[in-house]
């Protein structure tokens, strides 16, 4: 079922409700708007940026969550992104790792390049996830959902995948400041037990 016109949030309003969720997770954050809008909402040295890389956030989220089993690894993409680097939600499932929670800020357009329409309108991203062996998958879009769906994958066993269908109102929000030698040599000293 579509949500009702207005009923779904900005990606900046979903981002921002789950942010104040989060404690001391590693969270990994795709390029573009959605980098710059969580750098202006909550930053914090528990975050990489992705600047410039398209298509790897959920890459680069396994690959810590596999070397750190014990920390709980967020990724925040988008669906062009996870169109982009659809191998790794196979990878994802055939690897099994416990701690990675993936979510997905789907407003079915190339937001940062002019809004040019992404597949994700006819592709199902949470369908494939499931069928690639995410344990948790959901489709979400009001704050109330989005809110319930993230605490319980924060304490449940994944891989878990949170869809979250958003609108395509960006945030003013200017271009990550951090030089990404300065930014990786922080997160690898947050993150690092």
């Not at 979510?103 to 690639?132: C, M, W």
């Not at 271009?175 to 690092?192: G, H, L, N, Q, Y």
Request: aromatic fraction near 6%; hydrophobic fraction near 40%; glycine fraction near 8%.
């Amino acid at each position: 079922m579509q949500p009702e016109e207005g009923v779904m949030q900005s990606r900046a309003q979903a981002m921002k409700a789950l942010l104040e969720l989060m404690s001391d997770q590693a969270l990994i954050i795709c390029n573009g708007f959605p980098s710059r809008e969580a750098h202006k909402l909550c930053e914090r040295e528990q975050n990489f940026y992705m600047i410039g890389s398209m298509g790897v956030a959920a890459s680069i989220g396994l690959g810590l969550a596999l070397a750190q089993p014990q920390k709980t690894v967020v990724v925040f993409d988008g669906d062009g992104n996870v169109l982009m680097g659809m191998g790794t939600l196979a990878t994802i499932g055939a690897l099994q790792p416990r701690n990675l929670i993936h979510v997905v800020f789907d407003n079915e357009v190339y937001g940062t390049t002019g809004n040019q329409p992404t597949y994700s309108r006819v592709v199902k991203l949470d369908h494939i996830a499931k069928s690639a062996g995410y344990v948790n998958v959901e489709r979400v879009w009001e704050r109330e959902d989005i809110i319930y769906e993230f605490k319980e994958m924060l304490g449940n066993t994944g891989p878990s995948f949170l869809l979250i269908k958003v609108n395509e109102q960006i945030e003013d929000a200017d271009r990550v400041s951090i030089e990404p030698a300065d930014m990786t040599k922080r997160f690898k000293t947050a993150v690092t037990p």
